[in-house]
């Protein structure tokens, strides 16, 4: 199974190139013998490019999200150490 075309196969052969990428997966195209492009299934071009979901969605998804929770946190001072040279 072979998922790199030339060009100008890729050009004439379109249709087939785009059956493949769905029934196969990602299909790579080259222009002058190097990668150039690739032609894959749109549902995994959506998953590679969505929205990632960031720390504070995270957050926001929590269950105690609104809630009242109070949380205190320890305000004192850190413990001093000594140093010897």
Known sequence: MNN???L???KSKF???????IAQGT????RRGKNAVVVMPFDEYKRL???REGFSD???ASPFAGSEIQ???DKS???SIEIEP
């Open 4 to 6: 790199v075309w030339q």
């Open 8 to 10: 100008q196969d890729a």
């Open 15 to 21: 249709s087939e190139l785009v059956d493949r990428a």
């Open 27 to 30: 299909q790579i195209v080259t």
């Open 49 to 51: 490019t969505g929205k």
């Open 58 to 60: 995270f957050l926001l």
């Open 71 to 73: 949380i205190d946190r």
């Open 77 to 79: 001072l850190p413990r």
